[in-house]
């Protein structure tokens, strides 16, 4: 029998600092797109206030080759440990997946940091594949990020 429960994780540096990262999340999503756009086609908040635990975003984003959406409200917030962790409530991954997280966590190293992806889900059923391509996207989008911020933005 197949577990329908998986955990992917990635680490890796950057040259942004934690705080900067971490705030593209939290606080600056909506530039998300700016950094990355070929991944990234925009977000747009639904309730509350950028960055508040509580709020809904919804996100438009290129993966696989299509145009997805993702509809996420944020759980938690620690600043301290510039972690933020969005539950996707709707959308594309909702078609294979019963439960999908998104855990990013930018940790402060040398002069840069090391982002810590976490991609927590259920599946709908053992034939749907482990979410790897999801896992390349997170990084190559957070790779975009450190980019756009060592330019100066």
């Not at 896992?135 to 989008?141: Q, S």
């Amino acid at each position: 029998m197949s577990c329908l429960y998986g955990k992917l994780e990635i680490d890796f540096e950057i040259k942004a600092s934690a705080s900067k990262f971490h705030e593209m999340f939290h606080k600056r999503p909506h530039h998300l797109s700016n950094a990355s756009g070929d991944k990234v086609r925009g977000c747009e908040l639904h309730e509350s206030e950028w960055g508040k635990v509580g709020s809904i975003v919804s996100w438009n984003y290129f993966h696989e080759g299509k145009a997805n959406v993702a509809k996420t409200v944020i759980e938690t917030v620690d600043e301290e440990k510039n972690l933020i962790v969005f539950k996707t409530i709707e959308g594309d991954l909702m078609e294979h997946y019963k439960t999908f997280n998104f855990i990013v966590q930018a940790t402060p190293k040398g002069k840069g940091s090391v982002v810590h992806w976490t991609l927590i889900y259920e599946k709908l059923h053992e034939n749907i594949p482990h979410s790897y391509s999801m896992l390349e996207f997170a990084a190559a989008m957070s790779k975009d990020i450190d980019a756009y911020l060592m330019g100066g933005n």
